[in-house]
C-alpha cells in the first residue's frame, strides 16, 4: 500500500544570500584588479640618441654643432617636431654641452617646450627621474657616446649595449617601459 503524503525538501534557509555575497565579493575583485591593470598598463616611452656631430676643428672644450650636426638636428626635429599629432614628446633631457642642447634646440622651439637640463654624471638616475616624472608620457633624451648605452641599460634592463663609436652619430634607442613587465626596445639609425 502506498502513502499519499507531501514531502518537504530542506533547504537551508541562508544558502541564497551566502550565494548573493560570494557572488559580490568575486565581482568586487575582479572589478579592483580590472581597475589596477588599467591604471598599470601605460608605457613610459623613451628616445635615446647622441648630441649630433660637433665641430672638432674649434679648439674648445664645449665646441659646437658641425653644418652635418646642424642638419641632423633638422632632421631630428622634423621626425619628431609635430606638436599636433596623438603622441608628440612631452620632455627633452639634454646635457649641460652646447653640442647636445644645439641638437634638441631646433625639436624643442618646433614644440614649443624647454629643455630639461640635467647632469650627465650618472645615467641610473637620470633613467629613474624621467621615469618617475613622466609616467606613461614620451622623452627624449640627448646623451654622449658613453652615456647613451648607460642610460639604455638602465631604462630597458638589458646590460648588453653595444658601444657607440666615435664618428657615430645616428645612433637611436627607442624604449617602451611599462609599469608592469619588461621594457621593450628598438635600435635604429637615423
Do not use: C
Not at 90 to 117: C, F, Q
Amino acid at each position: 500500500m502506498k502513502k499519499d503524503h507531501v514531502s518537504f525538501q530542506r533547504r537551508p534557509f541562508l544558502t541564497p544570500i551566502w550565494l548573493t555575497a560570494l557572488a559580490a565579493v568575486m565581482i568586487m575583485s575582479f572589478a579592483i584588479f580590472a581597475a589596477w591593470v588599467w591604471g598599470t598598463a601605460g608605457s613610459t616611452t623613451v628616445i635615446v640618441i647622441r648630441h649630433a656631430e660637433k665641430d672638432v676643428s674649434v679648439s674648445v672644450t664645449d665646441p659646437p654643432l658641425t653644418p652635418g650636426g646642424a642638419v641632423r638636428a633638422a632632421l631630428l626635429a622634423r621626425m619628431f617636431g609635430d606638436a599636433g599629432v596623438l603622441g608628440h614628446l612631452d620632455a627633452i633631457y639634454v646635457s649641460p654641452a652646447l653640442r647636445n642642447r644645439l641638437t634638441a634646440a631646433p625639436l624643442a622651439a618646433r614644440l614649443g617646450i624647454k629643455e630639461t637640463v640635467a647632469p650627465a654624471d650618472d645615467p641610473r638616475v637620470l633613467a629613474r627621474r624621467v621615469l618617475n616624472e613622466h609616467r606613461g608620457g614620451r622623452v627624449l633624451i640627448v646623451g654622449h657616446s658613453d652615456t647613451v648605452p648607460q642610460i639604455v641599460a638602465a631604462l630597458s634592463g638589458n646590460p648588453k649595449i653595444p658601444e657607440i663609436a666615435d664618428q657615430e652619430y645616428g645612433t637611436m634607442y627607442i624604449v617602451a617601459v611599462p609599469r608592469i613587465g619588461r621594457a621593450n626596445l628598438l635600435h635604429l639609425n637615423y
